[in-house]
């Protein structure tokens, strides 16, 4: 069902309160203070923040920020992103210590048209993760409108991101949202063919159904990264030391066998007795020696890939394939990264999602070249699936 947007509604003089995934990694400033360490997650949110204030409505920023348990952490404050956005705006963005209850109700009720404030970390309060009705009533009592702008966030039944629709008249998709599944609904319900999918990372377990899904979809699907030791160790090869989930051979044995062929696994490797900058790195065939771990795919397999990749007019990718965080099994990763950039600019659509994913891609360097980059990792993997995303199943239908 197709939801409401920010074009759908007058904001003049509203309350808008827009949750954004500001969930961006910190570390400390000279003075010894909180600061933001990459603020991509902010950037994107700037659209529909600046949307707003044209429309000279009244900004009202919520997101959550780390894993403080539902109770207040100082480490954990979102005080220092309201500086940072306060630059990027060039306006002055004031920070509310309170996210709900009568103090932060009457400092919205006294702002002025076209200002911003941002409200302190939502899971500052157990009844974000808890979807609490009284959270949510909370935020709810902030707004006119209700805009949800963390495509992130969305695959969470939280109060600040689904509970919180339910008390409000209005509920829209913010301009990333709005970006974001115009991105993946084209990747996943009307690709142009080939259509190349390429799935790394950790666990098979993470991604089953997105596998699943893909391997429908997509004419090849690429495996590397720690998942594709469970596919081979289930075919029956030789895997040694590498990072295996046991209780998946089952599973990763029946999928392969259900995409006739669309499943393609790694033909070599770079292996080492040690997950370690400093371990002796080679590269082997097929079958992993019993005392080495496969720690990246090799360069006949990126060769295979680049092939592949070189045909595509559709192309998404999520997950490593190696351990890119160090050099010498970053390479696999690196050259993926260029092929993927490579077909973009010979006119393939293509979309890469996923923390580790795009941290990779930013560190090759090819980011620019990228169709659409995906501020999603689980929110992506769960929309690609088909499974429903309550945080955009909550807004309100157009
Ligand atoms: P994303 O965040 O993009 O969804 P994941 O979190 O699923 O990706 O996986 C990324 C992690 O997988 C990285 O930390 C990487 O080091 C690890 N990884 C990739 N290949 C291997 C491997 N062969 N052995 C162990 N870890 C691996
Ligand atoms: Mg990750």
């Known amino acids: 069902m197709p939801k409401l947007t920010l074009d759908d509604v007058n904001l ?36 529909t923040i600046r949307h707003v204030l044209d ?16 109770q207040p952490n100082p480490d954990l404050s979102l005080a220092c992103v309201a500086e940072h956005l306060g630059s990027l705006l060039d ?13 932060v109700e009457e ?13 302190e970390n939502t899971r500052f309060d157990s009844g974000e993760k808890g979807n609490d009705e009284s959270f949510a ?3 709810a009592a902030l707004a006119d409108v209700y805009v949800n702008d963390a495509f992130g966030a969305a695959h969470r039944a939280h109060a600040s ?37 390429i799935l790394g990372g950790a666990k098979v377990s993470d991604k089953l159904g997105t596998i699943r899904a893909l391997s429908d979809s997509a004419d090849h699907l690429l495996i590397g990264g720690a998942m594709s030791y469970t596919f081979l160790k289930a075919l029956g090869r030789d895997v040694g030391t590498s990072r295996v989930e046991e209780d ?39 079958d992993i020696p019993d005392d080495l771990m496969g720690l990246d795919i090799g360069p006949e397999t990126v060769e295979t890939y680049r092939e592949a990749l070189s045909e595509a007019e559709t192309i998404v990718w999520n997950g490593p394939m190696g351990v890119f965080e160090i050099e010498q099994f970053a390479k696999g990763t690196m050259a993926v990264a260029e092929a993927v950039a490579d077909a973009t600019d010979d006119g393939a659509f293509s979309v890469v999602g ?12 090819f980011t620019e070249r990228i169709s659409h980059v995906s501020t999603g990792g689980g929110a992506m993997l769960t929309f690609l699936e088909g499974a429903p995303l309550p945080g955009i199943e909550a807004l309100s239908d157009a």
């Open 55 to 70: 429309q000279q409505g009244k900004v009202i920023l919520i997101s959550h920020l780390g894993r403080p348990g539902g």
């Open 91 to 103: 306006e002055r963005v004031r920070f509310s210590s309170n996210t709900v209850g009568d103090t």
């Open 354 to 365: 996923g923390g580790d994913s795009v941290s990779a891609l930013s560190r090759s360097g």
């Open 161 to 197: 991101t689904a509970g919180v629709a339910q008390f409000v008249d209005m509920a829209v998709m913010g301009r990333l949202m709005e970006s974001e599944i115009d991105a993946l609904t084209r990747v996943r319900d009307n690709p142009d063919h080939p259509m190349v999918a």
């Open 137 to 139: 009533r909370g935020l």
């Open 107 to 119: 400092v919205v009720d006294g702002m002025n048209e076209g200002s911003v404030i941002l409200l």
């Open 248 to 286: 998946r051979l089952d599973t990763a044995e029946s999928l392969y066998e259900d995409a006739e062929g669309r499943i393609v696994l790694p033909s070599d490797h770079v292996v080492a007795d040690a997950l370690d900058e400093d371990a002796d790195a080679s590269v082997v065939g097929a």
């Open 12 to 47: 003049r003089g509203k309350r808008v309160l827009i949750r954004v995934d500001f969930n961006v990694p910190l570390d400390t400033a000279e003075d010894g203070s909180p600061a933001v360490a990459d603020d991509t997650r902010i950037r994107a949110a700037l659209p």
